[in-house]
């Protein structure tokens, strides 16, 4: 698959380009909330369910560890980034490409007999498969630049082997790579005055020209300039 750009307009300001972890992990939870109900059905007929039979998740946890909330229901899908994957690197235009890591995660709770681990399983299938095959659809709006995901790590053993008899966690790890994160060089001239009471205003601009020195040169008519 080639990368491919999927883009919304960013208002031009003195400021540049400006992404964070926030961004990457809208992008992902709009991925999943799109489309991750059509992979848990189709890991179901891959597994000879009847589609529809697994409860869809019932809650979404974002955080930068792999953790739920005692009140968050199960299935529960978590987004955990703890940063960077690798130092970001700017190009010869001063604009930065980074890559995030970020881990997905499924709890379930089943049993008896391991049921937990299995359905893990089938859950974390349906999530990998998600963002993969769906990272260049045009149908999400995001702020990134040329996106790309790609597919690190899998694990089930996030939890005690104990608990796999009724709860378990599968945890996908992917790198989320975009470019244009931040542009060397560019930021306003002067410190901004504070935002004042009413509408926020907009991100200031370039300043227009105060001064505009012009170089005259006399050339007589009857000669070429």
Same mark, same amino acid.
């Given at each position: 698959?080639?990368?491919?750009?999927?883009?919304?307009?960013?208002?031009?300001?003195?400021? *540049?380009?400006?992404? %964070? $972890?926030?961004?990457?992990?809208?992008y992902?939870?709009?991925?999943?909330? &799109? #489309?991750?109900?059509?992979?848990? #059905?189709?890991?179901?007929?891959? @597994?000879? =369910? +009847?589609?529809?039979?697994?409860?869809?998740?019932?809650?979404?946890?974002?955080?930068?560890?792999? /953790?739920?909330?005692?009140?968050?229901?199960?299935?529960?899908?978590?987004? !955990?980034?703890? %940063?960077? @994957?690798?130092?970001?690197?700017?190009? %010869? $235009? *001063?604009?930065? +490409?980074?890559?995030?890591?970020?881990?997905? !995660?499924?709890?379930?709770?089943?049993?008896?007999?391991?049921?937990a681990?299995?359905?893990? &399983? #089938?859950?974390?299938?349906?999530?990998?498969?998600?963002?993969?095959?769906?990272?260049?659809?045009?149908?999400? +709006? =995001?702020?990134?630049?040329?996106?790309?995901?790609?597919?690190?790590?899998? &694990?089930?053993?996030?939890?005690?082997?104990?608990?796999?008899? @009724?709860?378990?966690?599968?945890?996908?790890?992917? !790198?989320? =790579? =975009? $470019?244009?994160?931040?542009?060397? $060089?560019?930021?306003?001239?002067?410190?901004l005055?504070?935002?004042?009471?009413?509408?926020?205003? /907009?991100?200031? %601009? #370039?300043?227009?020209a105060?001064?505009?020195?012009?170089?005259?040169?006399?050339?007589?008519?009857? /000669?070429?300039?």
């Amino acid at each position: 698959m080639t990368d491919v750009a999927i883009r919304v307009p960013i208002e031009q300001s003195a400021f *540049g380009p400006m992404v %964070g $972890g926030d961004d990457i992990e809208d992008y992902l939870q709009a991925v999943l909330e &799109r #489309w991750y109900p059509s992979y848990l #059905w189709e890991v179901e007929r891959h @597994t000879g =369910t +009847t589609p529809g039979t697994l409860p869809l998740p019932r809650a979404l946890v974002r955080s930068s560890e792999i /953790e739920k909330f005692p009140e968050d229901q199960v299935p529960a899908l978590m987004l !955990a980034s703890p %940063g960077l @994957t690798d130092p970001p690197v700017a190009d %010869g $235009g *001063g604009y930065y +490409t980074a890559s995030w890591l970020v881990n997905l !995660a499924v709890q379930v709770v089943a049993g008896p007999n391991r049921r937990a681990l299995e359905l893990a &399983r #089938w859950y974390t299938l349906a999530l990998r498969a998600c963002v993969i095959q769906q990272q260049q659809d045009p149908g999400i +709006t =995001t702020r990134l630049r040329n996106v790309r995901v790609d597919w690190r790590d899998e &694990r089930y053993d996030t939890l005690d082997s104990i608990d796999d008899r @009724t709860v378990c966690v599968g945890r996908v790890e992917v !790198a989320v =790579t =975009t $470019g244009e994160v931040l542009q060397r $060089g560019l930021g306003p001239l002067e410190p901004l005055i504070p935002p004042q009471p009413g509408p926020d205003p /907009e991100s200031p %601009g #370039w300043p227009p020209a105060q001064t505009v020195i012009e170089t005259i040169e006399k050339v007589p008519l009857d /000669e070429e300039p």
